[in-house]
């Protein structure tokens, strides 16, 4: 069975960093490109952050770009985020989810990704 679980979310002042990781399970991660999604109610799902199958390549939304950094460590089957300087703006569940096309390098669109994790709850709040 197929499973991405998110994990490492919390409340964070602004400033403050966190770390999300991605568990995957029951697929060939080192075939696809995972990304970092983040939904607020009343608003799109925003692609966050992107990476690769062998970890190459990254992409960010530019509201994130310097702050947050994507890696994988494919032996591990994980995916993590690190997020750094943490604004209220950046509050919102996060979600991982693989791109639905081996080997293709999937950018941030949620319609480009099949599977998705249960995500976990990002608050950043003084």
């Known amino acids: 069975q197929l499973q991405l679980v998110e994990s490492g979310g919390g409340l964070v002042q602004p400033g403050g960093s966190l770390r999300l990781s991605c568990a995957a399970s029951?697929?060939?991660?080192?075939?696809?490109?995972i990304g970092w999604f983040r939904q607020t109610p009343g608003k799109e799902r925003e692609g966050v952050s992107c990476?690769?199958?062998?970890?190459?390549?990254?992409n960010y939304a530019d509201s994130v770009k310097g702050r947050f950094t994507i890696s994988r460590d494919n032996a591990k089957k994980t995916v993590y985020l690190q997020m750094n300087r943490l604004k209220p703006e950046d509050t919102g569940i996060y979600y991982c989810?693989?791109?639905?096309?081996?080997?293709?390098?999937?950018?941030?669109?949620?319609?480009?990704?099949?599977?998705w994790g249960q995500g976990t709850q990002v608050t950043v709040s003084s």
């Open positions: 989810s693989k791109c639905s096309v081996p080997f293709r390098r999937c950018g941030l669109t949620s319609s480009e990704y099949d599977y």
């Open positions: 990476i690769t199958p062998s970890g190459d390549s990254t």
């Open positions: 029951g697929f060939t991660l080192d075939y696809y490109t």
